[in-house]
């Protein structure tokens, strides 16, 4: 079944505490991105990548780091988290970046991120 | 830069009747696309539909329609026959393609449906 997983689901964790949010596709997508859901202010890119090795920032980047290593990863990183950044995280990819029909993104379950 | 604005926080129709969700979008670019997002309860992003910019022709998916309004820069969804099912947060979203479309989705605040039996 094609589809973006996203690791884990649930997380609450304490500020200061490196942690991960994996995220993985199995379409070979090329282009893959992280949003961040906050009430009242929809759906906000953090990074962007448009292939292996190519990544860059979107709107809301401060915080955060990403990889992208092999093509059907694409790791969040918070080093050193804050309140602030509890929200909802959302994975999406796409075969390309901006090329119809393929540039339709397909979005993860989401992770439930709580920083204390 | 692109903006994305939904001007109704929630919305209420009696199942079967039909809605028209309200989006109105900013952008300096001229090849964008445009798309309606579905987020039920359970959270998960699910694509409604979606509106290329160049073309003339309204889109439509089944019960699903867009009233793509090019010089006003307006982009409303039509729901008809509305089932409870239809009950979910709606977001509109744009895509800029300067760039490859490598800026991603630019989403609205979303509008909040609700379907009354």
């Known amino acids: 079944e094609a589809q973006v997983t996203q690791n884990p689901r649930y997380l609450i964790t304490v500020t200061g505490k490196k942690l991960t949010v994996t995220c993985s596709q199995n379409?070979?997508?090329?282009?893959m991105s992280w949003y961040r859901q906050d009430p009242g202010l929809g759906l906000r890119q953090i990074y962007y990548?448009?292939?292996?090795?190519?990544?860059d920032k979107g709107d809301v980047p401060e915080g955060y780091k990403v990889s992208r290593k092999e093509k059907r990863n694409f790791p969040l990183i918070l080093e050193s988290p804050s309140p602030n950044q509890t929200s909802l995280y959302f994975c999406?990819?796409?075969?390309?970046?901006?090329?119809?029909?393929?540039?339709?993104?397909?979005f993860g379950p989401g992770t439930r991120l709580t920083v204390l | 830069a692109q903006t994305v604005t939904q001007s109704q926080p929630e919305m209420s129709v009696q199942e079967a009747e039909t809605v028209t969700l309200s989006c109105t979008y900013d952008t300096s670019e001229s090849d964008y696309y445009l798309f309606w997002y579905k987020q039920p309860p359970s959270r998960q992003m699910i694509l409604v539909i979606r509106q290329e910019a160049y073309k003339q022709q309204n889109a439509t998916e089944n019960r699903f329609s867009v009233n793509f309004q090019k010089a006003a820069k307006s982009f409303s969804l039509k729901i008809s026959d509305s089932q409870l099912g239809d009950a979910a947060m709606y977001f509109c979203?744009?895509?800029?393609?300067?760039?490859?479309?490598?800026?991603?989705?630019?989403f609205g605040k979303g509008t909040h449906l609700i379907i009354q039996p």
């Open positions: 979203a744009s895509m800029g393609l300067a760039g490859g479309g490598a800026d991603g989705l630019t």
């Open positions: 379409m070979n997508h090329e282009y």
């Open positions: 990548s448009m292939n292996v090795e190519v990544t």
């Open positions: 999406a990819s796409s075969l390309s970046g901006g090329t119809p029909p393929t540039d339709t993104q397909y």
